[in-house]
């Protein structure tokens, strides 16, 4: 996950250095001058990053402000580290960062193996057809909206003429309120992440299986190993450090639960194992309009994050991966 | 593949793995083939029993319904044309900038490459951004679902990494030859990058006909309303009333809500299932996982 932009080798790179020496000659207008078409190219890209994404870092101080709509950014009064304060002290801090845990542990747990696990089958496959055909439907759930996942659970839950439901009724006699009671939300949500992200996660995983020499079974198999142990001794150990660089990197975003699937699935019978920070800073903010506080929730948790990915990355590292910054 | 040693126990897994995968296989398509039955189910069959992939009784009435409002219609109408120039957008902006940026030598690139970089690392998040927005008057236009995610800092960083790999030989040929940085991309080197930038219009495209929460954020007019936002309302918050209200009456209206529904996830997941085979066939090949992998 190299991001860096890598010099190119090979013949480019010769003319490239062969043309530097002259270009430093030359003044820096004009060398503006001459790549003058270029710099139009790149000008409204560069408007972009600028206007929506380093003004709303600028934005941040927001934060730090009790800003007013009215008076604007220049005129609302500064009131320093106020409103973490308030946050802090407010007991929902701790529902939200108990709910955001939570739900990223129970990924961990549930969602984080069933790629690997997929993977594995998959790769003990040996009908192409077979194994293509299986790939074409997992990879499907992975390019549906959030809001076709959540309607797809509702029509199947509802207890008003929901599939489950009623299969439900006929075989127990009972109807679960699956969309409004607070123990089923984080099963619901386990379940939608794994069905949707499941099937698309193995691509990774078997990208990593497809590099595995042939000839390290041969060789296993000659030494009379199963296939159980050519899975433990070859297979699973060629897939390892994508494993544990895929575990570390999810280190860095525990904080993120994804706002879409969280905001579609909360309602305010559920709200309070459903809260988490993201939909806790849309809902003071854009329905509430406290816009500093909300500010001074989000930069929190972007803050922390940095901390976390930074930290995992310094991690993954240490274990000899090349890391993504 | 290679021969392996068949045993008994060996033959067992197989095929306890194949219908493993096969029911996998269908897990992941089973709520559509449900929710495609359910649209074209009666009214009443929906609540009466539970059904699975063939209903008793065949009706298209849920799709008449949706061809006959005028709210769900204009939303799907939103959708494409956010779609269409959203994606024209990205594509302009990300070409562009990737390709100034694949030039080595131009002064101040690599400032203007750490700027992105460590915008995909922190941002100044969603409050300030939506101030932005607003301060530009963009509330409640397309563009505020259009230039906010101009560009995605990753596709961009892949776009300029391919440009970079062309041979620079064509390049200088079409230098001699008396050909422009402008011409040289438009003649040069969009032609040969077709592969690539179709990889990357399906998946803006797919973006932006997912996209929920760029407009739940600035669009409140519902005549703006994408088809994902309609989808929530029509689906997510009817039910939500539906908990709350228990008469009789209501539970009719229910009930032939229900197919209407299911008609309307049907229309939003559609396209994603007709462009799917195209977008199959590019990340198969590898252009993202390459990527991820380094």
Not at chain 1, 180 to 196: L, Y
Not at chain 2, 263 to 284: E, N, W
Request: charged fraction near 15%; include cysteine; aromatic fraction near 14%.
């Amino acid at each position: 996950m190299k991001l860096r932009a890598e010099p190119n080798r090979g013949a480019g790179s010769a003319l490239a250095a062969a043309s530097i020496p002259s270009a430093r000659r030359t003044s820096l207008a004009a060398k503006l001058r001459k790549d003058k078409w270029i710099y139009l190219l790149l000008a409204p890209g560069l408007l972009y990053f600028l206007i929506f994404k380093y003004v709303p870092m600028w934005g941040i101080l927001l934060a730090f402000q009790d800003y007013q709509p009215f008076l604007g950014f220049w005129k609302s009064e500064w009131v320093g580290f106020d409103h973490f304060k308030v946050f802090f002290d407010n007991p929902e801090f701790f529902m939200l960062l108990r709910n955001t845990l939570t739900l990223s542990f129970y990924n961990l747990i549930f969602f984080f193996p069933m790629p690997i696990v997929l993977a594995l089958l998959l790769n003990e496959v040996r009908r192409a057809f077979f194994k293509r055909t299986i790939q074409t439907l997992i990879y499907v759930p992975h390019f549906i909206s959030m809001v076709i996942v959540a309607s797809l659970t509702y029509v199947l839950l509802t207890t008003q003429g929901g599939f489950v439901n009623g299969l439900l009724e006929q075989y127990a006699g009972t109807k679960i309120d699956f969309l409004a009671s607070p123990e089923w939300f984080r099963p619901m949500i386990v379940v939608q992440t794994i069905w949707k992200e499941s099937g698309f996660g193995t691509i990774i995983f078997l990208a990593a299986l497809a590099g595995v020499d042939v000839e390290q079974y041969e060789a296993a198999i000659m030494d009379g190993a199963n296939r159980w142990r050519q899975a433990w001794h070859i297979t699973l150990p060629s897939i390892r450090n994508t494993i544990v660089i895929l575990l570390i990197l999810r280190m860095g975003d525990v904080l993120d639960n994804g706002f879409e699937q969280i905001y579609l699935m909360l309602n305010p019978l559920n709200r309070e194992v459903a809260e988490v920070f993201d939909t806790y800073v849309y809902m003071m903010g854009i329905t509430q309009g406290a816009f500093s506080y909300s500010t001074a929730v989000g930069l929190f948790k972007a803050v922390v994050g940095v901390i976390l990915v930074l930290g995992s990355n310094w991690l993954a590292k240490r274990f000899g991966q090349t890391g993504i910054y | 593949m290679n021969r392996r040693y068949r045993s008994v126990g060996s033959t067992v897994f197989d095929t306890a793995n194949y219908i493993v995968l096969a029911l996998i296989g269908f897990a992941a398509i089973a709520p559509f083939l449900y929710v495609v039955a359910g649209s074209f189910a009666s009214d009443t069959e929906l609540t009466r029993r539970s059904f699975f992939l063939i209903p008793h009784s065949f009706s298209t009435m849920a799709y008449k319904y949706i061809f006959s409002t005028d709210t769900i219609m204009k939303s799907i109408g939103n959708s494409l044309y956010i779609t269409v120039a959203g994606t024209a957008v990205n594509l302009l902006f990300t070409v562009t900038m990737a390709y100034g940026l694949s030039k080595r030598g131009i002064y101040g690139r690599n400032a203007i490459m750490n700027l992105i970089l460590f915008s995909m690392l922190f941002g100044g998040g969603l409050i300030p951004t939506y101030l932005v927005v607003r301060e530009l008057q963009l509330l409640d236009t397309y563009w505020a679902l259009i230039l906010p995610g101009a560009i995605s800092a990753f596709n961009l960083i892949i776009v300029k990494n391919f440009f970079q790999e062309l041979p620079p030989e064509l390049e200088e040929a079409a230098k001699i030859d008396g050909c422009s940085d402008l011409s040289l991309l438009w003649r040069i080197v969009l032609p040969l990058s077709m592969p690539v930038l179709a990889t990357f219009t399906l998946f803006y495209a797919v973006g932006h006909w997912n996209n929920f929460f760029s407009a739940l954020l600035y669009i409140n007019d519902p005549a703006r309303w994408p088809l994902q936002v309609m989808l929530r309302q029509i689906v997510l918050l009817s039910q939500m009333a539906a908990g709350s209200a228990d008469s009789v009456d209501y539970n009719y209206v229910q009930e032939a809500q229900q197919s209407i529904k299911m008609a309307v996830i049907v229309v939003g997941t559609l396209p994603i299932l007709l462009v799917y085979p195209f977008l199959q066939k590019h990340f198969a090949k590898g252009v993202l996982i390459g990527s991820v992998k380094g």
